[in-house]
């Protein structure tokens, strides 16, 4: 895990070594290789802005996710569907002759 990395809180690296994955080694070094450019110049570029993506992302503090539950309306709608759906299903049903 890097140690190194100034101006981050130990919860932002965590999540820097999370989004990064593969791309740290065991010694904590961040490895990106960019070829998308024509030049080297270009591709230096393009590796700044990832890396700059990269450790934005890291550094957002996630919001917490609250549980959520139906309401009751949502409920009896989508249980007065299936009921009408049912009907509409059972009524196509050929009635058997005795």
């Known amino acids: 895990m890097p140690n190194a990395i100034t101006g981050m809180t130990p919860a932002a690296i965590r999540r ?3 989004t990064a994955g593969r791309r740290i080694t065991q ?3 961040l490895h990106l290789t960019c070829e998308t450019e024509r030049t080297a110049e270009g591709n230096r570029r393009a590796l700044f802005d990832r890396l700059r993506e990269i450790l ?4 957002a503090i996630p919001k917490r996710r609250r549980k959520t539950r139906p309401t009751r309306s949502s409920k009896t709608k989508r249980l007065a569907a299936k009921r009408h759906r049912s ?3 059972s009524n196509r049903r050929a009635e058997p002759e005795a």
Do not use: N, Q, R
């Open 16 to 18: 820097l070594v999370a």
């Open 27 to 29: 010694a904590g070094e």
């Open 87 to 89: 009907t509409l299903k």
């Open 56 to 59: 934005v992302a890291a550094i």
